[in-house]
């Protein structure tokens, strides 16, 4: 079965912090692909990054990076120098292919407030 | 703005109603899905169509359908409305079907059931 855990509910730090989300992930496909969206206030979902499985490559842009680990299951989401604009929900998703269709598989969500 | 759009943004009826929900996907986009996010489930993918063809279910209840018209765009239908199909109904579109399409999500419609 596929699954995708965000352990973090809510995160709240202040501006300029560092903050890391969490996203642990089960599959027994050897190919997947992991994802992660946004969901600000106004609700719509934000693609962010999409990373496959054989790429472990850490993955930087701008003040956001990713940290892969194949070993542990997991795909981390750094935001360094937060700002308020960051605040939202985060959503880690698992890609799962089976009979010519895909699903996503998404984890419950990190809400993170960037205080001022 | 991920290009695709939904419509209508905000849906207010009652129970035992029956609804529905549209979607154009991104202009050359043949992948649609259907998204439901309520509180208590958070996001679950309900049905997926390819180019007009049904190509995945997943927790979808047998009171729901939908489909994809020959222009490419959707209509997820929700009958027999209950208090709990209140939620935010997303669609999704992607160029192909496969691990490596992106998903881009639409702004989402709401629904409420009174």
């Known amino acids: 079965a596929q699954k995708v855990t965000q352990a973090q509910t809510e995160i709240s730090v202040v501006e300029k912090e560092d903050v890391t989300l969490d996203c642990v992930y089960e599959t027994r496909d050897t190919t997947y692909y992991l994802f992660w969206y946004k969901q600000p206030p106004s609700g719509e979902l934000v693609f962010l990054i999409r990373r496959n499985s054989f790429d472990e490559q850490n993955e930087i842009s701008g003040r956001y990076s990713w940290n892969f680990q194949k070993s542990t299951s997991s795909f981390n989401f750094t935001i360094t120098a937060s700002q308020v604009v960051d605040s939202a929900v985060y959503f880690c998703?698992?890609?799962?292919?089976?009979?010519?269709?895909?699903?996503?598989?998404f984890g419950q969500g990190t809400r993170l407030t960037i205080n001022p | 703005d991920s290009g695709v759009t939904q419509t209508p943004k905000h849906l207010i009826t009652a129970t035992g109603q029956r609804v529905t929900l549209r979607c154009s996907p991104r202009s050359g986009d043949l992948s649609v899905y259907w998204y439901q996010q309520s509180l208590d489930q958070g996001l679950q993918f309900l049905i997926q169509?390819?180019?007009?063809?049904?190509?995945a279910k997943g927790n979808i209840l047998e009171r729901f359908s939908a489909q994809q018209f020959p222009d490419l765009h959707s209509e997820l239908n929700l009958s027999s409305l209950e208090l709990g199909d209140s939620a935010l109904y997303f669609c999704?579109?992607?160029?192909?079907?496969?691990?490596?399409?992106?998903?881009?999500f639409g702004p989402g419609t709401r629904l409420t059931v009174l």
């Open positions: 999704a579109s992607s160029l192909r079907t496969g691990y490596d399409n992106e998903q881009f």
């Open positions: 998703a698992l890609a799962n292919f089976y009979q010519g269709a895909q699903k996503l598989v």
């Open positions: 169509y390819y180019n007009g063809e049904e190509r």
